[in-house]
């Protein structure tokens, strides 16, 4: 394998959110990214690379993503100045509060009043579902490959799949695995490759999933929207770019869905969002509310990103964070249109099909947005959050 070798790109053509896509993007490339660079005052990005080889994959993988994101405009819905941000270092405060535990990878656990606040933000998300008379629903963290290949997950968004898997059922297996994790200087861990059944099954890496096959030849009574909320945990992997409570492997997502004709979808997906929007003006934070995409990185689906926006059928409610330079998404609010719908058959009682859209909020991310904002002692938290957390 030749030596670590340095690429560089022009990018002043594009926008800060097309840099932001396209850098975001990069994350997904693989292990022969080593480094990303990008001077924002030259518009040139420099990706150093583990070696030649490495070199054609991320040179087409750049000119396919800058000739895509060139469209990438910024479109602001809404927008709310906080009267007041107390910043600071805040990844240091939480690594030195003692109520956060790491314990892997993207794997964040919570304890104290960071956990009492992220139970202020759960509440406050489910209080919105309550709101549009959404039913409550619960799912199971795994979910079959057979569902998600039926959505067509796998064609979109294949680099967040975590899969499940085990051992197989033979006592020869078995018995060998329990012998070499005996052994000295295993540290309790056997060999593992080569033994496992194939994975059926994946953690599933949206709340929602699961609802639109619940769906399935559905139809709507005339005027109906259905509407069902859930929580739970989500899981995404996201190579090297995880950050604690910003960017997690396992994640927790109270999600809104509506099932309906299209003027009533759009409708109560505005209600959301302004709901959402008043509960940050409520509590002084710092956001905007503006247009957005999905992450598609592949080619296929590359071109979808462009859809999203002309479409104006995502947006995003993003944190301006004092400590970084790019602000974080913590909600969603998306128009599906008939995406799911015509995979299991949901329709109006016109016989058309119906439309759905899914509203998501990121509790943790509200979580650190939050923190990121107004700091962790409640003394400078408003009034409504620090009784409520205590």
Known sequence: MSGAVTRSFDLGALNA?????L????????????GVGYDAVAGL???????EEAVPEVERFVVAMRRSVRFISRKILKENRAATLVGGPVDEALRACGDLQFLGEGLTGLRGRVLALFRFFEREAKAIADEFGAEDNHYPVMIPNALLAEMGYFGHFPQHVTFCCHLPDSLPVLEAVAAESKQPGLHGLPRLEGRLDPPK????PGVCLPCYVQQRDLVLGPGEVRTLTMQNHVFRYEANNFRPLARGWDFTVRDIV?????DEVERRRAGVMERAFAFCRELDLDVTLELANDPFFLDA??????????????????????????PLAASSFNLHRDYYTAIFNTRLATGDLAESACMGFGLERWLYGFLSQKGLDPANWPKRVADAVG
């Not at 959110?17 to 896509?21: C, D, I, P, Q, Y």
């Not at 099954?201 to 599933?204: A, C, E, Y």
């Not at 509506?258 to 299209?262: S, Y």
């Open 17 to 21: 959110e097309g840099v932001r896509a």
């Open 23 to 34: 850098l975001d993007g990069l994350r997904t490339v693989g292990e022969e990214v080593r």
């Open 45 to 51: 990005l420099t990706v150093e690379l583990t070696g």
């Open 201 to 204: 099954h994946v953690l599933t």
């Open 258 to 262: 509506f099932f309906g004709g299209r």
């Open 301 to 326: 689906s590359r071109d979808k990103a462009v859809y999203q926006r002309m479409g104006e059928v995502k947006y995003e409610l993003l944190f301006h964070l004092p400590q970084r330079p790019e």
